[in-house]
């Protein structure tokens, strides 16, 4: 989407327009959806994700002071509340372990995937938003309240850790 577009779609939904607000949430549900599902790897989490990113965006539309910043916003928005699921998943032990049975048995993950998931979320989150979502430094710097060169660390170190475990799987 064109940012001047965005811009005149976010000031129509300010002021209240909902199929504005709708058209914008269209444009980025791919990307949304698809970085969420990177993070919490279960259908029906990323769903009411999803929901729920668009309730509290659309409750706090009029709190958004760069409209040309909507996507980092929406984005910033959807990983607190998939970090809130994922919060939620560590505290219910049962569910826990049912998750681990269930993600032994399912033999469709990647190779990569599974690695990648091993990952702690300081060094996932980054990753996804920089080279899956296609963000910049500055605007995850931004979306996760980090100064530029912890983003950079991290990046740096979650593709360093990515590689040994890849590599440990290959060489043992």
């Not at 998939?82 to 032990?93: C, G, N, P, Q, W």
């Not at 998931?117 to 979502?133: E, G, S």
């Amino acid at each position: 989407m064109e940012k001047k577009e965005q811009i005149r779609l976010v000031k129509k939904a300010k002021n209240g327009d909902a199929q504005a607000f709708v058209t914008l949430c269209e444009a980025y549900q791919v990307v949304l959806y698809n970085s969420a599902y990177k993070l919490l790897l279960n259908n029906e989490d990323v769903a009411d994700c999803l929901q729920e990113t668009e309730i509290r965006a659309w409750q706090k539309i009029t709190n958004i002071k760069n409209e040309a910043a909507f996507n980092s916003w929406i984005f910033r928005i959807m990983i607190n509340i998939s970090k809130d699921i994922l919060e939620k998943r560590v505290e219910t032990v049962e569910f826990e372990e049912s998750y681990m049975r269930t993600k032994e048995s399912e033999n469709e993950r990647s190779y990569l995937e599974e690695e990648f998931n091993q990952l702690p979320d300081r060094y996932k989150i980054p990753i996804i938003l920089h080279y899956y979502a296609g963000f910049n430094i500055n605007e995850i710097s931004e979306q996760l309240n980090l100064s530029k060169n912890t983003v950079k660390t991290r990046l740096a170190r979650g593709r360093g850790k990515l590689k040994i475990l890849l590599e440990g799987e290959e060489n043992g």
